[in-house]
């Protein structure tokens, strides 16, 4: 037997009907009781293990629930990392030396440029990729992951020609004389990503291992990676059989991949202490950074309106499915178009066959008043990311207008119309996934170049840390055993420097953890 007593310290339980303890107990990996310190040295004896906070912050473990795992891990192994590049001789530069250290014909993938914050302020082109590299494919994926430019080596490999056909949903950049430029956005990935080989197990593996580490520096104890393919779900069934997944995730299975036609078989609904499999993840449309959000109106500047992937009458058919089996479903909707289109499919899919499974929107980039009602009637969840305002903000501004923009990851709205809400990354379309920084980007809806977007819809330090806790265990369905310290809920815990509620709000994300706890054993500890 296991037991744990932490005090002498600042316990932010998340549980609104007991916001603040002195002390909590803790039994193997389970909380046993919360309360005064007093009470639970009497209840403890003399079993349990002292954990002094001496003034440090407690609070439950933080859920990123909606964060691309693996994807995170293969930039930390074995992907070159383009992100915060801001010049193309850089990132030239960059790839021509990464690939020195790859095998002969081996794939160079590197992601994460965004032409925004390059100095030529454009995607780099397939004749700029072929003077340093032209021996090997190459493939560099823009940060939002919605679209890719290729050297010709890989257009040639990939069959690449005039006559290529532009699969629905996607876009490929063509030349005046109809030639393709190397540019491919939305489904048309796919045209090259099948031809990449797809990583091992082993490959995977550390992939997520190393991801894993830095969810727990960043006090991560529960995440959500939505949309695997079924070689990955084998990685993670067989990691978490072998007792080997660090921490709790909730893995949402890919029915129709980039560039497929034919939707992939339901996976095996499964949950353990550590794996959740009961969601199912979609794609309506693609990002509001690099112009692809499906919306009404154009672009500033620009005659394009984004993608829609599929109809509402498509999505239907590849949805119902999974709903009627009883799966949770979540879509990427961005633009005001695609949440349109997911909407009423979910509104289809309840009025035809009622569930208790809380269909949840990824992204929610640019809702009205009427998606609000019709989400908050359906008791739908949503799941934005406030941190892409502090990374991605300087594109928004850039491509929307001003009305689309006082709309942007309106988290403040979300939360007045009863919607449940859960904070996340997306990581690695953003470079850091640090929560604290999305606490603060959701306080202070700063850029990263300090310019404020759409204040009105700031939430304030309580709430984000509840949609960072309660809030990811809530759409996940997990609230009866995470998100808040609470009886009988599992000993996922962090210990950090000082109280994220009580810094000036452009400290919070400078604070620190200084311990993280899954199940009530130490996982990381700061040097």
Not at 28 to 44: F, S
Not at 459 to 466: D, H, V
Request: proline content about 4%.
């Amino acid at each position: 037997m296991s037991k744990l007593l932490f005090y002498n310290g600042e316990i932010l339980t998340q549980d609104k009907s007991l916001p603040t303890v002195e002390a909590i107990l803790v039994n193997n990996d389970k909380i046993e009781e919360v309360g005064t310190e007093t009470e639970l040295r009497e209840l403890a004896g003399n079993d349990a293990e002292e954990i002094d906070l001496a003034g440090r912050t407690l609070i439950p473990g933080l859920n990123d629930a909606h964060i691309h795992v693996w994807k995170v891990g293969h930039l930390l192994t074995t992907m070159l990392d383009l992100r915060g590049v801001t010049s193309m001789s850089v990132l030239l530069s960059m790839v021509k030396e990464f690939a020195e250290g790859l095998e002969d014909g081996q794939w160079l993938l590197a992601r994460g440029f965004n032409e925004a914050v390059l100095d030529e302020k454009r995607i780099p082109s397939r004749a700029e990729i072929d003077s340093v590299v032209s021996d090997r494919p190459v493939l560099l994926t823009r940060t939002c992951a919605h679209i890719i430019t290729v050297n010709s080596h890989a257009m040639e490999l990939c069959g690449i020609t005039e006559s290529v056909e532009t699969p629905e949903g996607g876009i490929i950049i063509r030349d005046d004389n109809n030639q393709p430029t190397g540019v491919f956005c939305e489904t048309a990935l796919g045209l090259i990503h099948k031809f990449i080989p797809a990583p091992t197990v082993n490959e995977y593996e550390n992939m997520l291992n190393a991801a894993s580490a830095e969810l727990l520096s960043y006090g991560v104890t529960s995440a959500t990676d939505p949309g695997v393919l079924p070689e990955l779900m084998s990685v993670y069934r067989n990691m978490d059989k072998e007792n080997r997944l660090k921490l709790r995730f909730n893995v949402m299975a890919i029915r129709l991949p980039d560039g497929g036609t034919d939707t992939l078989p339901l996976p095996e609904m499964f949950v353990s202490d550590h794996l959740k499999v009961d969601t199912i993840k979609f794609f309506s449309d693609g990002g509001l950074s690099g112009k692809t959000a499906a919306v009404s109106r154009n672009y500033r500047g620009f005659e394009e309106k984004g993608i829609l992937r599929f109809d509402e009458d498509r999505m239907y058919e590849m949805a119902v499915e999974g709903h009627k089996a009883g799966f949770r479903i979540g879509t990427h909707a961005i633009g005001d178009v695609a949440i349109d289109t997911v909407l009423n499919v979910y509104k289809r899919l309840y009025d035809e066959t009622p569930s208790p499974q809380r269909h949840r929107v990824e992204h929610l980039g640019l809702p009205n008043r009427a998606h609000f009602d019709l989400m908050a009637k359906y008791n739908m969840v949503s799941v934005p990311q406030t941190i892409f305002i502090k990374e991605l903000g300087p594109n928004f501004r850039k491509y929307l207008d001003d009305q689309y923009l006082e709309l942007t990851y309106p988290v403040r709205s979300v939360l007045d119309k009863g919607i449940d809400l859960a904070l996340s990354s997306d990581a690695p379309v953003v470079k850091s996934f640090n929560p604290m920084t999305g606490l603060m980007a959701a306080v202070n809806r700063k850029d990263r170049e300090g310019v404020t977007i759409s204040l009105s819809e700031a939430i304030t330090e309580e709430e984000a840390l509840y949609a960072y806790t309660m809030g990811g265990a809530i759409v996940n369905g997990d609230e009866d055993n995470r998100g808040s310290i609470a009886k009988g809920k599992w000993a996922d815990l962090v210990i950090l420097a000082s109280n994220p509620l009580k810094v000036e709000t452009e400290e919070i994300e400078n604070v620190k953890v200084d311990s993280t706890f899954v199940g009530g054993k130490l996982v990381y500890k700061q040097a």
